[in-house]
């Protein structure tokens, strides 16, 4: 067996690794295949809703998603067709995709047709120049040609909807397989939108077979064959009546027609039944889809073990795509220049989702992952700190598991921390951590929940505090963790409100703390709602808080102890004629500060935003609608400070955009510009960054003529190649002065353009 490990390439159609400001890019899971077919040189595979190919010529791996022209995400199947070169691709919202000479033509009927109960596509089959897609309420007919909906069918009594799951045409009939047996029509009618033009077959040996459930219904060799789901399903043929060939304990069969026969799929096995009725059946353990050009060459989609190409019956090549584990996300950290994906999590916070996949993390998009096994045997991660040497994970049902970079150090729990990390008051085996963070000294800060004491520290010296907030154990969960300049613990509560805890730098000394728990009322937080989902603190040391009503701010968080004036304040902005509160009718689940100190905040259902500085001027605000995002539920927000890239966790996995904004530097060193050189088909904003916080940047070309000014946002500046009359520069050098706040002025970069 030859084993093939391929990493993303860059391919034609998409973008590049290191993309520019304004540009999209995807961080889908790909190695869980649900769906594949072979198209010449192509190998078409769908994985958690995400479509790639495999080149055959060059061995490449090649991503399509919405950032390269796809209309939709949360692909459900795909179909190629041969005879036109076509592959249709099917979302989970009925929405249609035509995809030929990589150029890609939407139909969207079916998405938007209003529908009484559930609306999916289940199979589709192609004729000559016709696709027949097999739905929940009918049979839609596509021409591939005018790329249109030609007729819809529904067969139901009086007209009514009734599901269809798979269509074959068998000499100049259509067959059609329902959950109420097949039925037929002349292929030919004119009037099949009317219900009374078919039949149902009833020539069965066995009349229980009539209005039994039919999974598939397909064409060998001009015969109609069907899967009856029975105890052990079984293949029926038809001579002149049903006849039962095979019987199977099936598990969800997928089956498909070709040339040379059928294709039956099974979680444990494959079946091919030929034009002569033989069947050959290959051991497969997870394989969930499969299809060839050939009756010798088979290329399967495998759940567990990703594309796997058979020739004569055994595995030839196996295809790992490197990508994130999963695209269930929790949440997101970038640190160490690394993206971590936490895919583990909770229900409400009282039930555990016993999730196993750990974390995944990259550099430079290698991907890694570490599981449950991994890490010790810790489930449900749902957050990650590091330091210069090690990743804390905080596993909400393990306690902390320790890793350096894929070797497991320890595992913090009860007994080797004294106590600190407390088990839930009810089980002794439960222990709920869900955030850490390090504070500017190097101790390590996390929150326990369902415990008497929730706040903790590990020192650098390994030494474990905890400290309670006096509250009542029982029904009390903590979420986000925040340690702002005054090295105050700021935490939030469960549908409870906030937290916020002072040890006064004395972690051995109680005596000296203090704490408060913060709600809605005034003099005591102000906080608009105790459902707090979020906290975050910015570039001012403010404290920004997220609920389920909005966005409100702590402007003097350090006079939180002092009993005056440090309550929250909503953002009023004007709309119209009106003023309102900021976000006020969206839930908020993040927010992130980027470097120049704007706000991205992530909504449950509308979306993302980026604000200004203060909140009161929307910037963006990307939804699935107007964007590649992938859903507009917002779980969770990274950001990679030293180039602007915003990371964004979504319920349907990670997606990520360029922005204009990076860190800024105290000290003017090395910048660095992309592209450089700018060549001549390039349209994008031009990054220039690694500058002083805010810095003036001026352009000029060669001979010192002024062509562009700006000011940095934070650490980067960002031009669009125009000169002051708004035209294109020619081709030359241009070099790049910045000035700081104190006036003083140098060159700091060159760039090469090509006109």
Not at 63 to 85: A, C, F, P, T
């Amino acid at each position: 067996m030859i084993r093939i490990l391929l990493f993303m390439l860059i391919p034609s159609i998409v973008i590049s690794q290191d993309v520019a400001v304004g540009q999209w890019k995807d961080y889908l899971a790909y190695n869980q295949p649900s769906d594949i077919c072979v198209a010449k040189e192509r190998v078409y595979c769908v994985a958690q809703g995400g479509l790639f190919y495999y080149n055959n010529d060059d061995n490449s791996i090649n991503r399509i998603s919405k950032i390269n022209g796809l209309s939709d995400n949360s692909i459900k199947q795909i179909k190629y067709n041969k005879e036109n070169e076509r592959l249709i691709i099917a979302y989970d919202n009925c929405n249609i995709d035509i995809l030929l000479d990589d150029q890609i033509t939407n139909i969207s009927d079916i998405k938007r047709k209003e529908i009484n109960g559930i609306k999916q596509i289940n199979n589709i089959y192609f004729k000559e120049n016709l696709a027949y897609i097999s739905c929940s309420f009918g049979l839609v007919v596509l021409d591939l040609i005018r790329n249109e909906v030609k007729d819809t069918y529904k067969i139901g009594y009086s007209g009514n909807y009734k599901e269809i799951n798979q269509t074959a045409i068998i000499n100049d009939l259509i067959y059609v397989a329902t959950s109420e047996g097949i039925y037929y029509a002349e292929k030919e009618n004119l009037f099949l939108s009317d219900f009374n033009q078919w039949t149902q077959d009833t020539s069965f040996n066995n009349s229980n077979f009539i209005n039994n459930n039919f999974s598939s219904i397909n064409n060998l060799n001009n015969t109609p064959v069907a899967i009856i789901n029975l105890e052990r399903d079984s293949i029926l043929i038809k001579n002149n009546a049903w006849d039962v060939f095979s019987e199977k304990a099936f598990n969800n069969p997928n089956v498909d027609e070709k040339e040379f026969g059928l294709f039956i799929c099974d979680s444990n096995v494959i079946l091919i039944l030929d034009n002569d009725f033989i069947i050959t059946q290959i051991e497969s353990e997870n394989v969930i889809s499969c299809d060839a050009l050939s009756n010798n060459i088979i290329w399967a989609a495998d759940k567990k073990n990703g594309m796997l190409k058979y020739v004569d019956g055994i595995i030839d090549q196996q295809i790992d795509v490197n990508s994130p584990v999963s695209n269930s996300i929790y949440s997101l950290e970038f640190d160490k220049n690394q993206l971590f994906i936490c895919h583990g999590g909770h229900m409400n916070f009282s039930v555990n989702s016993l999730n196993n996949d750990g974390v995944s993390f990259s550099s430079n998009d290698d991907w890694s992952n570490i599981d449950f096994f991994d890490l010790n045997r810790a489930r449900d991660i749902v957050a990650v700190a590091t330091n210069s040497e090690k990743e804390f994970y905080a596993s909400w049902y393990n306690g902390i598991s320790v890793m350096q970079g894929n070797n497991h150090l320890i595992k913090y729990g009860y007994d080797n921390t004294a106590g600190v990390l407390d088990t839930t008051f009810y089980s002794n085996n439960r222990i709920q951590i869900s955030d850490l963070k390090f504070d500017n000294y190097g101790n390590l800060w996390g929150l326990n929940s369902q415990v008497q004491n929730p706040l903790f520290v590990k020192t650098k010296n390994d030494t474990w505090y905890s400290f309670t907030l006096n509250q009542n154990i029982d029904g009390l969960y903590f979420d986000d963790l925040v340690i702002d300049q005054m090295n105050y613990k700021w935490g939030v509560i469960y549908e409870k409100g906030l937290f916020v805890y002072n040890d006064n730098n004395t972690l051995d000394n109680i005596s000296d703390d203090q704490y408060k728990i913060l709600n809605t009322s005034v003099g005591n937080g102000n906080l608009p709602s105790i459902k707090i989902r979020t906290i975050e603190m910015d570039l001012d040391g403010e404290i920004w808080v997220g609920s389920d009503v909005g966005v409100c701010v702590f402007y003097s968080p350090e006079l939180v102890f002092s009993g005056y004036n440090f309550d929250a304040q909503q953002i009023l902005i004007q709309e119209g004629d009106y003023g309102q509160y900021l976000l006020s009718s969206e839930k908020i689940n993040c927010i992130k500060t980027d470097g120049a100190n704007r706000k991205w905040v992530g909504t449950e259902s509308a979306g993302l935003y980026l604000l200004s500085s203060d909140g009161t001027e929307e910037i963006h605000h990307f939804t699935k609608e107007n964007s590649p995002i992938l859903s507009n539920k917002i779980i969770d927000l990274a950001i990679n400070d030293e180039n602007g890239e915003v990371f964004i966790g979504t319920d349907k996995g990670v997606i990520s955009y360029r922005s204009d904004a990076t860190k800024g530097e105290t000290v003017q060193n090395s910048t660095f510009v992309f592209p450089n050189p700018v060549r001549e088909n390039y349209r994008g904003n031009i990054a220039i960054n690694k500058l002083i916080e805010n810095a003036y940047v001026k352009i000029t070309d060669i001979n010192g003529n002024l062509v562009f000014q700006t000011t940095a946002n934070g650490g980067q500046a960002n031009w669009d190649g125009n000169n002051f009359n708004n035209e294109r520069v020619g081709t030359g050098i241009y070099l790049v002065f910045s000035t700081d706040e104190n006036g003083y002025e140098e060159m700091v970069s060159k760039i090469l353009f090509i006109k």
